[in-house]
């Protein structure tokens, strides 16, 4: 039986060509909630970014932010929060200075980044959300970073990346930067075990790479119908688009609501 879902937010919730949570969506959500069902969201981004879309609107029992970096409870006070070790943060602060790809940074409190081009503004545009502001590296403990380069760039950025990095990626123009060990399945692992329930008694909804891990974790993996063919691929269940009603399609299939 399941009895927590968790939900990414791009391309899941929130429809970039609507720049909304439809109304469908939103009745889901309240009808699990009523119903019992513990609902999180899972997402690469900061609960910053969060508060100003239209996911900040609503209620959930908890949160996944950072691809697990930082997790909140259900009043958004931190549980748990993991920054890249040392060797990493001065890694990309030197990579921040270089000349090398358009890199932010993301502090507990705080996202900046070293220099803004197109293809950040392009990138940024995609999921409705305003550039960093450009800043020096402050030095603070960081828990994720962003490399907005295309997939062809990618080899290079890996091999400047220090050992126990790994890359995320969210869009054709975008790539999280977070630990080895880091993702969306360890955010819900602890919260799994903050509720006592096991992995098969969880569903996850995504459409992007950054949630592969997440939809291989949970006991059903929903891809939506805009996910890419490897998410898709890596999926339990694939359902209609984000724009098609696909989140309401999945939990009637599967009779949780």
């Not at 029992?61 to 006070?77: E, V």
């Not at 270089?98 to 900046?112: C, F, K, S, T």
């Not at 939809?215 to 063919?229: K, R, T, W």
Request: hydrophobic share 40%.
């Amino acid at each position: 039986m399941i009895k927590a879902i968790f939900f990414d937010v791009d391309g899941t919730l929130l429809s970039h060509r609507t720049g909304r949570i439809s109304p469908h969506t939103r009745a889901c959500i309240r009808a699990l909630r009523a119903g019992g069902t513990l609902v999180f969201l899972s997402t690469g981004r900061h609960i910053l970014e969060l508060r100003s879309l239209p996911v900040g609107e609503m209620a959930f029992d908890g949160y996944i932010t950072l691809n697990g970096q930082l997790c909140l409870d259900s009043s958004q006070r931190q549980l748990s929060g993991t920054p890249l070790p040392p060797q990493a943060v001065q890694a990309l602060a030197d990579l921040f200075c270089a000349d090398g790809p358009p890199l932010a940074l993301v502090e507990e409190e705080r996202i900046y980044i070293n220099r803004v081009t197109d293809a950040v503004r392009q990138a940024q545009a995609e999921i409705s959300t305003p550039v960093p502001e450009v800043a020096p590296y402050t030095g603070r403990p960081v828990y994720q970073a962003t490399a907005f380069c295309s997939r062809k760039e990618e080899p290079l950025l890996r091999a400047l990346l220090p050992t126990g990095c790994k890359l995320a990626r969210w869009s054709e123009g975008g790539v999280d930067i977070i630990p080895e060990a880091g993702g969306k399945a360890a955010g819900m692992r602890l919260f799994l075990t903050r509720f006592g329930l096991s992995r098969l008694e969880c569903m996850a909804f995504g459409d992007a790479e950054n949630d592969l891990d997440m939809l291989a974790y949970a006991g059903i993996g929903v891809a939506m119908g805009n996910a890419s063919e490897a998410v898709k691929h890596a999926a339990d269940y694939v359902t209609a688009s984000v724009d098609e009603k696909g989140i309401e399609q999945a939990l009637r299939h599967f009779r949780l609501i």
